[in-house]
């Protein structure tokens, strides 16, 4: 999964397709909430801003820029409360597109291939952690195998192979199961707290898919969750067209919070997309907007479009109001208890 989606020169994000777009008669394969609505960056500036004030920073991060719509919107409503924007980003090519949409704060936005130190103020997040390679469990006849790639002729084939790894939480029943773990997105989010922490305050915010863990290893969730994505359509097999289609699993958020609190940060809360939203104003924005901008934002909300299945959640490390402090986005419908 790493070598398909970030090879250099061959990997799906390290190749020149669109990737990002609302048509596939654009050569886009999907749409993210950015591109869908500019109100949904303006909502996530409420946040944003927020973060900045509590952490006592200027100094925005955000993870897998993707086409720069976000940073975009982030710079454009936050105006003078961002003195640098730092962007994180393993793609050269996004790179590229991203330097050429955020042309208006060339003098603010920065390029980092890795991470420092030590990161303060607010860090962002969007449909990243869904990104990062995971590992396939198989149980079959009530025995557990890690499921690998072969080269089966030409071609590539699934093969399994005796594991001692297990899914955190034991999976009910004796049938079948393929599902998923974690250890990169884990290993992470544990990197990025201890760079919180050693900076002088700071709050980070991730939106993705996913489920707490109690859904994510549920007895009828037999066929786990990767999936590909090309041209707006789902698929199940990454075994072809490699390079070519985006390959993505959903994300586990018991496990990332667990990972964020093992290395001491704060877990501000947990709760769904459409809520997240709403708690950060997008209501108000949507009424001063026009009918088409309200009809696209709708689609963040709705519960059958993203408002649900997308969640939204908070860490925070230190800072001016301590680690602890009521984040504007929890404010109402926190989930934070089922995870």
Known sequence: MQ???YEPGLGYYANTSPKFGPMPVSGSDFITAPELSPLFGQ????????ALAATGSAEVWEFGAGSGALAAQLLRALGEKVRRYHIVDVSGTLRERQQAALAPWKDIVQWHDTLP???????VGNEVLDA????????????????????????FAWADRPTSLRPPVGIEGEHDVVTEVHPQARAFIATLAGCLRAGTGGAAFFIDYGFPEAEYYHPQRIGGTL???????????????????????????????????????TVLGYTSQGRFLLNCGLADLMQAASLQERANAMKLLAEHEMGELFKVI??????????????????????????
Request: charged letters at 20%; aromatic letters at 6%.
């Open 43 to 50: 909502a996530l500036a409420n946040q944003v801003a927020e």
């Open 3 to 5: 070598i398909a989606l």
């Open 227 to 265: 999936v590909c994505h090309r041209a707006h359509q789902v698929d199940d097999n990454p075994l072809i067209d490699i390079g070519r289609k985006d390959i993505t699993a959903h994300v586990d958020f018991t496990g990332v919070a667990l990972a964020a609190q093992d290395e001491g940060l």
């Open 117 to 123: 130190a030590a990161i303060s103020g607010a860090v």
């Open 314 to 339: 908070g860490f925070a490390a230190g800072g001016a109001q301590g680690a602890e402090w009521a984040a504007l986005g929890f404010a109402e419908g926190d989930r934070s208890h089922r995870l």
């Open 132 to 155: 990062m390679p995971v590992q396939l469990l198989a149980r079959v006849n009530g025995d557990w195998y890690e499921r690998g790639v072969a080269l089966h002729g030409e071609s």
